[in-house]
């Protein structure tokens, strides 16, 4: 058994522009239309991610028109209550939305979709908070995260971090329900040996949007470091469970993190396309078969997954792992269901 001393965080991979470079693909279909819906944007992390850098990444080739930002706890309000302090993140990106709506960057526009954090647990006190993110947002603002990521044999403070069987709890329970009046979809985010919790809350949760981020976060460090296939069995079987519940997307990707295992961070040169897609091809295909392509959309994940790969390989990895799909079905993957989950004009 894996004992507190021996845990350790595991934390994001810095980005290594020097590294990056390494390696360059010609973007592979540069004319498919592509909604990315899981970025992030933050100025106080050690490697800053704000407007000028995401078109920076999403200008590289590939046909990506619009995106989703999702949570990740930059710009909070630094005063006032406490349960509408995430409101700040809200108006900080909305300011870069309004400022790729301009033109400045040409047909791409940044932001459409907007993703915050309300605390669940608050019960019925969360619609305050999502009251006032609906205002801060402009317009943009489609509904909120509140992660539950947690493992016993994973350092606590592997992020984002989440007491233990959050998800199962009553009062967050009835913070979730919340969100239906207001048109506002949910995302879950939990890592595979929690997915049952996610089963759980879907019985009761039978119209509620929700999303499950990254995949289900297949693990494969600490205690599930060497045991893929074994992983892969537990996380495949709540897949297909999850996949009954109509009301229920996934996103594809973010197995580029450090706690899914895959490593590319210590290889001399970056992953090539044709390596992620040949190492993620079996969870996508899973995935894709499970829930079928309209409630299945790519994700970059970026600039979290930006440690271990370039923006424009990491697409072309997604499109080697769709050729196989007929052109209705790389639409709803690239584009259509994201548009589709969180309510944003069509890209074609």
């Known amino acids: 058994m894996t004992t507190t001393s021996e845990r350790r965080p595991f934390h994001h991979p810095r980005v290594r522009p020097d590294w990056l470079g390494k390696l360059r693909e010609d973007c592979l279909d540069p004319a498919q239309p592509i909604i990315d819906p ?28 619009s995106t989703v930002f999702i949570q990740c706890g930059s710009a ?7 349960a509408l302090r995430p409101v700040g993140e809200t108006a900080f990106v909305a300011a870069m939305a309004a400022e790729s709506e301009t033109g400045k960057y040409g047909a791409f526009r940044a932001c459409p979709g907007i993703i915050g954090h309300a605390d669940c647990l608050l019960e019925d006190g969360i619609d305050a908070p999502l009251e006032a993110h609906i205002v801060a947002g402009g317009g943009r603002f489609k509904g ?26 009553a009062g967050f329970r009835r913070g979730v329900a919340r969100l239906e009046r207001l048109g506002l979809t949910f995302e879950a985010w939990l890592y595979h040996p ?41 996380w495949s079987a709540s897949i297909k469970e999850l996949a009954r519940a109509p ?28 390596e992620m897609a040949s190492d993620w091809k079996p969870w996508f295909e899973t995935a ?12 970059s994940n970026f600039p979290v997954d930006k440690g271990m790969c370039a923006y424009p390989v990491l697409w072309n990895a997604f499109k080697r792992i769709a050729a ?13 269901s994201a548009a589709a989950f969180y309510s944003l004009p069509p890209v074609a």
């Open 247 to 274: 009301n229920l997307f996934i996103k594809l990707g973010g197995l580029g993190m450090n706690v899914n295992g895959f490593g590319y961070h210590h290889q001399v040169l970056p992953p090539s396309s044709g």
């Open 144 to 169: 909120i995260r509140h992660s539950g990521t947690y493992d016993a044999g994973i350092a606590p403070t592997a992020p984002p971090g989440a007491r233990e069987g959050l998800y199962r709890d």
């Open 324 to 336: 196989g799909c007929s052109a209705d079905e790389k639409h709803a993957l690239f584009h259509r």
């Open 76 to 82: 909070y309000h630094k005063d006032g209550p406490e």
């Open 194 to 234: 929690q997915l049952g919790d996610l089963i759980d809350m879907l019985r009761t949760h039978t119209t509620q949007k929700i999303v499950l981020n990254h995949l289900g976060g297949p693990l494969g460090v600490g205690p599930y470091a060497g045991k893929r296939s074994e992983v892969f069995a537990q």
């Open 38 to 65: 899981h970025h992030h944007l933050w100025k106080a992390r050690p490697d800053r991610y704000l407007l000028n850098d995401l078109v920076a990444d999403v200008t590289t080739g590939h046909n990506v028109l």
């Open 288 to 299: 894709i078969e499970a829930f079928g392509a309209d409630r299945c959309m790519f994700e």
